[in-house]
């Protein structure tokens, strides 16, 4: 059985990989790792979409642990969060490594024919 502690690490991977999931809001990230400290007005320019659906994918983002907006009334100043996704390359890294040894599974070899 699962740790607590590994459970709530895997919700919150989880919960990136969700927010990940669309491409709008893989523009938004995009557009951050190269302009960071974007103001939401620029995100909605650089996007193309309504400023609605692109405050919903910030606020998604936002929600993940993504990214972190600071208030600069009247803006809102957005940026990559420090680090956010290191826990979710690790993952990738861990589940690309093919073991070979350990395989359960084998693919069979097709006769020619």
């Not at 059985?1 to 669309?22: C, S, V």
């Not at 405050?55 to 680090?83: M, T």
């Amino acid at each position: 059985m699962m740790k607590p502690q590994q459970d709530l690490e895997d919700a919150r991977m989880a919960a990136m990989a969700k927010a990940l999931g669309h491409p709008a809001r893989l523009r938004i990230l995009r557009l951050l790792a190269r302009t960071p400290g974007c103001i939401g007005g620029d995100i909605v320019d650089a996007v193309g979409l309504a400023q609605s659906t692109v405050s919903e994918h910030l606020r998604i983002l936002k929600d993940a642990g993504v990214i972190e907006g600071q208030i600069d009334p009247p803006r809102v100043c957005y940026s990559l969060k420090l680090g956010a996704l290191r826990p979710l390359s690790a993952l990738i890294e861990e589940l690309d490594v093919i073991r070979s040894e350990s395989a359960c599974c084998v693919t069979p070899v097709r006769a020619q024919g």
